[in-house]
């Protein structure tokens, strides 16, 4: 098992994608967003759930510094609650991908015993990452900004 701070410094990998039920901005400015920095990562973009988000976000808005600077957030629009816990590195060869049970707050990422699996994709891996293009096509099906599309895209 890899722990999610430890798979955000793995190197090589400058896209980043999250997707998340819960999000503590406070914490992933302060936490996984510098882990992501060290491992190189530049393109980092965030799926969560449009529900948890506002709540979090009528919070700590005024305190963020790096929201659409370093990294790209978005809501989902669904009539279902938006629920993975996912986290893909991605190079243009290459990626990785982590899946876990935690969600995107500091209890998610170590204050609770959470489980967690992550594995290579691409050509030269067992899992080729086939799948990938329809996650990401179904995500943008629920996420309904251009911005988010735009980086998404970049990947």
């Given at each position: 098992m890899?722990?999610?701070?430890?798979f955000c410094?793995?190197?090589?990998f400058?896209h980043a994608?999250?997707l998340t039920?819960?999000f503590?901005?406070?914490f992933?400015?302060?936490?996984?967003?510098?882990?992501?920095?060290?491992?190189g990562?530049r393109?980092?973009v965030?799926a969560a759930?449009?529900?948890?988000l506002?709540e979090?976000?009528a919070?700590s808005?005024e305190?963020?510094v790096?929201?659409?600077?370093?990294?790209?957030?978005a809501e989902t629009v669904?009539?279902n609650?938006?629920?993975?816990?996912?986290?893909?590195?991605?190079?243009p060869?290459?990626?990785?991908v982590?899946i876990?049970?935690g969600?995107?707050?500091?209890?998610g990422?170590?204050?609770?015993?959470e489980?967690a699996t992550?594995?290579?994709i691409?050509p030269?891996?067992?899992?080729?990452?086939?799948?990938?293009s329809a996650l990401?096509d179904?995500?943008?099906?629920v996420v309904?900004?251009?911005t988010?599309?735009a980086?998404i895209d970049?990947?």
């Open positions: 890899i722990s999610a701070r430890e410094r793995e190197r090589g400058p994608l999250f039920y819960a503590d901005p406070l992933f400015e302060r936490v996984p967003l510098r882990d992501l920095e060290r491992g990562s393109n980092i965030i759930d449009a529900g948890q506002r979090a976000m919070q808005l305190q963020l790096h929201l659409g600077r370093s990294y790209v957030l669904s009539a609650v938006f629920h993975p816990k996912l986290i893909a590195r991605l190079s060869t290459e990626g990785r982590w876990g049970s969600i995107l707050t500091y209890t990422w170590g204050g609770n015993q489980l992550a594995w290579s691409g030269q891996h067992e899992d080729r990452g086939s799948w990938l990401l179904a995500v943008a099906g309904p900004s251009a988010f599309a980086q970049a990947v």
